[in-house]
C-alpha cells in the first residue's frame, strides 16, 4: 500500500501566512524527503531528513521527523506566491528507494 | 543541484508503436536510476529502478516486457513503451540517485506521452 500519505490534499493561504503540511508513513525508513513539483514538471529536491534527526532547517524551510508517530511535517515561513506547487514526501528505505504519497496541493495568493 | 535531463518532453505516438525515452544526468554519476509514472493530480508511481549494468527490478504489476529499462551507463537510462496502448498515455518520469547523490534522487523535468 502507498506510504507517505500527506495531509491536507489541497491548502490555500494568503502571501506571508506560515504553511504546514504532513505526512505519514507506514513502515521504517532511512531518511524523508520533501519534494516540490511545479505542475506539469518534474520533482525539486527541498530537504533530507535521516531517522535519527528531529528537525531540520533549509533556509525558509522547516522539517520535522517523528518516527515513533511515523510522521513528518514541512513548514514554510512567510509564503510567496511562487510557493504556489504540490509538495510531495517521499519516504526512503534500501537502494535508494523512495515511496511517495499523493502530495498536498498547495495555493499562495498574493 | 545535480541536473538530469528528459528526452523527450512530449511525444504523440499512434497505437502500437514503441516509444523511447532518455534520462541523462548531466553532471554526476548514478549508479541508480528510477522510473515514475504520475497520472493527472496523483502522486508518482515508482515503476521500476535500474542499476547501472544490470538489469532492472519492476515494482509488482508493471509488465517488463511492455516497459523495457535500459541503464547502460552511469549517465543515461532509457525506458521502452513498447506496442504503446491509449492507456500508456501519462507523464512519465525518470530520477537519479546513488554514488554522490546519495539517497537524494534528482529528477527529470519529465515526458510527456500521449497514445492516440
Known amino acids: 500500500s502507498q506510504q507517505g500519505e500527506e495531509d491536507p490534499q489541497a491548502l490555500s493561504i494568503q502571501e506571508g501566512e506560515n504553511a504546514t503540511m504532513n505526512c505519514s508513513y507506514k513502515t521504517s525508513i532511512n531518511n524523508l524527503q520533501w519534494y516540490r513539483q511545479n505542475s506539469g514538471r518534474g520533482l525539486v529536491h527541498l530537504i533530507l531528513?535521516?531517522?535519527?534527526?528531529r528537525e531540520k532547517h533549509s533556509g525558509r524551510l522547516r522539517v520535522t521527523l517523528d518516527t515513533s508517530k511515523k510522521s513528518s511535517s514541512l513548514l514554510i515561513t512567510a509564503s510567496r506566491a511562487a510557493d504556489t506547487a504540490s509538495y510531495f514526501c517521499?519516504?526512503?528505505?534500501?537502494?535508494?528507494?523512495?515511496?511517495f504519497g499523493k502530495g498536498t496541493l498547495l495555493t499562495v495568493n498574493p | 543541484g545535480a541536473v538530469v535531463s528528459q528526452h523527450p518532453s512530449w511525444v504523440i505516438c499512434k497505437s502500437g508503436t514503441s516509444v523511447k525515452i532518455e534520462c541523462r544526468s548531466l553532471?554526476?554519476?548514478?549508479?541508480?536510476m528510477f522510473w515514475y509514472r504520475q497520472f493527472p493530480k496523483q502522486s508518482l508511481m515508482l515503476m521500476a529502478t535500474?542499476?547501472?549494468?544490470?538489469?532492472?527490478?519492476?515494482e509488482q504489476g508493471v509488465e517488463k516486457d511492455k516497459f523495457l529499462i535500459n541503464h547502460a551507463s552511469l549517465t543515461l537510462s532509457t525506458l521502452t513503451v513498447t506496442s504503446a496502448h491509449p492507456e500508456d498515455s501519462s507523464f512519465y518520469i525518470c530520477?537519479?540517485?546513488?554514488?554522490?547523490?546519495?539517497?537524494?534522487?534528482?529528477f527529470g523535468p519529465g515526458t510527456r506521452l500521449l497514445v492516440l
Open positions: 553532471d554526476f554519476q548514478a549508479t541508480t
Open positions: 531528513i535521516r531517522s535519527n534527526e
Open positions: 517521499g519516504s526512503g528505505g534500501s537502494n535508494y528507494k523512495l515511496t
Open positions: 535500474s542499476n547501472e549494468g544490470s538489469k532492472a527490478t519492476y
Open positions: 530520477s537519479a540517485g546513488g554514488r554522490e547523490a546519495r539517497e537524494t534522487q534528482y
